[in-house]
C-alpha cells in the first residue's frame, strides 16, 4: 500500500514526556501537511513542509510544538512537555505539489495525555 | 484563516432519498474545492473536488458558485453506507494560507 503511513496509531503519554509522530508521505509526494483534530471539532491546519524546509507553520502552537521533514525518512510532529489539552488526533497529509491538488490523508495517530 | 461555514446536521434521510448540503467560505481569493468524507474516528477521505462547471460522480453531483461564495454536495439515492461526516474543504494557497480549512462537517444519517 503507497499510501500516507502514520504512526504509531495510538500514543499514550503522560504530562510531561515528549511525544512523537511519524509520518511518510504517499509515493511520488513531496508536500506534507500536518493537522489536528479535537474531540467533536473540526480539523485544524498546524503545518505545511517540503522536504527540509517549513514553508507555513501558521497553526502551530508558538510553543512545546514542532515539526520537521528531512531529507531522509519520515516527517516529525513533536510535542514536548505534554499536557492533557494535547489529546487529539493528528493527521497527516501529502500532495504531489500544491497548486489546486488534493490531499490524501493517513490514518491519523490518536495521541492520549494521561 | 478564513473559515469555512456548513450545518451540522444531523441529516436523518431514509435509504433511497436524495440530500443536498451546502457549505459556504469567506475567502474570495480560494482556488480550489473539495468534499472530503470522514467515517467515525477515521481519517477524511477524498470524495471528489468541485470544479467550476460542476462535476457529477455516479450518485455523487458538487457544484461552485464563485459569485455567491458557495459549494454544494448532492447525493441522490443514498445508502446506508453513505452515513458519514461530509467535509467541505477550500484551498486558499496563495492566499496566505497553505493548507486546506476544512468546515466542520455536515453528519449525515441514512436510515433504512
Known amino acids: 500500500n503507497a499510501g500516507v503511513m502514520q504512526n504509531p496509531r495510538h500514543l499514550v503519554r503522560r504530562r510531561g514526556q515528549e511525544a512523537r509522530l511519524r509520518c511518510s508521505p504517499m509515493k511520488g509526494h513531496s508536500h506534507v501537511y500536518w493537522y489536528r483534530q479535537l474531540p467533536e471539532e473540526g480539523l485544524k491546519f498546524m503545518v505545511y513542509l517540503q522536504k527540509e524546509n517549513i514553508i507555513d507553520e501558521s497553526g502551530m502552537p508558538k510553543e512545546r510544538f514542532s515539526a520537521e521533514f528531512p531529507k531522509e525518512g519520515p516527517s516529525i510532529l513533536r510535542i514536548q512537555q505534554v499536557v492533557r489539552g494535547d489529546s487529539a488526533a493528528y493527521f497527516c497529509?501529502?500532495?504531489?505539489?500544491?497548486?489546486?491538488?488534493?490531499?490524501?490523508f493517513g490514518d491519523g495517530t490518536r495521541l492520549s495525555i494521561l | 484563516r478564513k473559515e469555512v461555514e456548513q450545518d451540522p446536521g444531523p441529516f436523518n434521510v431514509p435509504e433511497g432519498a436524495t440530500v443536498a448540503f451546502n457549505c459556504t467560505y469567506s475567502?474570495?481569493?480560494?482556488?480550489?474545492f473539495f468534499w472530503y468524507r470522514q467515517d467515525c474516528r477515521k481519517e477524511p477521505k477524498l470524495l471528489m473536488s468541485?470544479?467550476?462547471?460542476?462535476n457529477e460522480d455516479g450518485r455523487f453531483t458538487a457544484q461552485l458558485n464563485r459569485a455567491s461564495q458557495y459549494i454544494s454536495l448532492l447525493i441522490r439515492d443514498s445508502k446506508l453506507s453513505d452515513s458519514a461526516t461530509y467535509l467541505c474543504v477550500v484551498n486558499s494557497w496563495g492566499g496566505g494560507a497553505d493548507g486546506l480549512t476544512f468546515g466542520k462537517g455536515t453528519h449525515l444519517i441514512i436510515q433504512p
Open positions: 497529509a501529502s500532495s504531489p505539489g500544491r497548486d489546486n491538488q488534493p490531499q490524501h
Open positions: 468541485v470544479y467550476s462547471s460542476g
Open positions: 475567502n474570495s481569493a480560494s482556488q480550489s
